[in-house]
C-alpha cells in the first residue's frame, strides 16, 4: 500500500476520490483552502477515522514545503487543487492563475526535490474548440487556442510538468476531465452546468440553455474508482482522458433534469451558442479503459436522479 496526499483534498472531487482511496488500504492525507485547523498542523477529520488534513494554500510555497516537511514520505500526490471555472477564470483571473499556474509550479518544485509521483488534474477545456474526436494525442498533432482564462491555466500547467520531467526526470500522469458531475459538489454560479442546473430546477431559478452544445456527462464515482486505479498502474508521462461515451446536447441535458424534478418549463430561455466556449466535446477513453480499467457504468438518467436527491438532502428541499 502506499502513502498518498491529496491537494484540494475538500473539493468535489478530491473528497470522493480519498474514500476509494482509503478503501483500498492506502493512508492518505489531505490539503485543502477552505477547511482544517487555524494552524498548521494535522487533526482527524469528522467524517473518518484514517484520513488527516490540514490547512494550506498551495499557492504559498513556504505553507506547501511545511506540509511535506511534517509529513512521512509520500508515494503518490493527487493535485486537484485549483480554481474552476471560465466565467470564475473571467471575474477572478487573479486567483485562478495564482492557485492554478503557480500552485502546480510549487507542486512540480517539491516534487523535484521528494521524487514523489505526480497524478495532476487537467481538464477537457484545454482542446478548445477542437471537432474532431478528442483523442489525449490531439494536443501533440494539432495547435490548438485554448478558449478563456481556465482553459488556458490548465494547458500551462500540463506544459510546466512536460518541462520538469525534461529537466528533472519528474513522473507524473495526468488525467482531462469531461464534465463530472454528481453528489458532492455543492451550488455555486461558477460550478458545472450539471450542478447549476440541477439546483436551479429545484429552487425554481430561470437558466438560459445554449443550442448545439454537445457533452459527455462522466459520473464522479465512476470517475474517482479510475482515478483511484493509477497507483497500481502508473505509467509516467501519459494522458488520460477521464469522461463517458453517454454524450448529449445541453437542451437533452436540461430537459432530463426538469421531467426528474418537475421545475416549471417557464424558467427556460433559449439561446444561440455561448461565447468563449467548446461548442462539441466528443471523448475518446481508449486508453484509460485499456491502462485503468476505466468503465462508466452511471447513466446520465441514473446519475441525475442521485444527483437531485442528494441536493434535496444538502439542502433541505424536502
Not at 493512508?27 to 469528522?46: A, M, N, R, S
Not at 509520500?74 to 486537484?80: G, H, P, S
Not at 492563475?97 to 512540480?108: L, Q
Not at 481508449?286 to 457504468?297: F, G, I, M, R, Y
Amino acid at each position: 500500500m502506499s502513502t498518498i496526499l491529496i491537494t484540494g483534498s475538500n473539493g468535489f472531487i478530491g473528497k470522493n476520490l480519498q474514500k476509494k482511496l482509503l478503501d483500498q488500504g492506502h493512508t492518505v492525507y489531505g490539503v485543502d483552502i477552505t477547511h482544517g485547523p487555524k494552524e498548521l498542523g494535522w487533526q482527524q477529520t469528522l467524517n473518518s477515522g484514517s484520513m488527516e488534513y490540514a490547512r494550506c494554500d498551495i499557492s504559498h510555497y513556504r505553507q506547501i514545503e511545511r506540509v511535506f516537511d511534517a509529513l512521512p514520505k509520500i508515494d503518490y500526490v493527487y493535485n486537484a487543487a485549483a480554481e474552476f471555472g471560465r466565467w470564475n477564470g473571467e471575474d477572478y483571473y487573479e486567483q485562478l492563475w495564482t492557485s492554478n499556474a503557480i500552485g502546480t509550479k510549487n507542486i512540480i518544485r517539491l516534487q523535484e526535490q521528494h521524487r514523489f509521483k505526480l497524478i495532476h488534474f487537467s481538464s477537457s477545456e484545454v482542446y478548445g474548440d477542437y471537432e474532431g474526436v478528442m483523442k489525449e494525442d490531439v494536443m501533440d498533432k494539432v495547435e490548438i487556442k485554448q478558449m478563456n482564462d481556465y482553459a488556458m491555466s490548465k494547458w500551462v500547467n500540463e506544459m510546466q510538468i512536460r518541462n520538469s520531467g525534461l529537466l528533472h526526470q519528474t513522473e507524473t500522469v495526468i488525467v482531462r476531465f469531461f464534465n463530472l458531475y454528481g453528489p458532492g459538489e455543492t451550488y455555486h454560479p461558477y460550478r458545472s452546468a450539471n450542478c447549476k442546473f440541477c439546483y436551479h430546477s429545484l429552487v425554481d431559478l430561470p437558466v438560459t440553455v445554449f443550442r448545439n452544445h454537445i457533452r459527455s456527462s462522466c459520473y464522479i464515482d465512476d470517475a474517482c474508482s479510475t482515478l483511484s486505479n493509477i497507483v497500481s498502474n502508473f505509467k509516467a508521462g501519459e494522458v488520460y482522458n477521464i469522461g463517458s461515451n453517454e454524450k448529449h446536447t445541453v437542451e437533452q441535458l436540461v430537459e432530463l433534469i426538469w421531467q426528474l424534478t418537475g421545475a416549471p418549463q417557464s424558467l427556460i430561455t433559449y439561446a444561440d451558442s455561448e461565447v468563449l466556449t467548446t461548442k462539441s466535446k466528443s471523448v475518446d477513453t481508449t486508453k484509460a479503459e485499456s491502462d485503468l480499467a476505466h468503465n462508466p457504468v452511471w447513466s446520465l438518467e441514473k446519475g441525475l436522479e442521485a444527483t437531485i436527491g442528494w441536493m434535496r438532502a444538502f439542502y433541505g428541499f424536502g
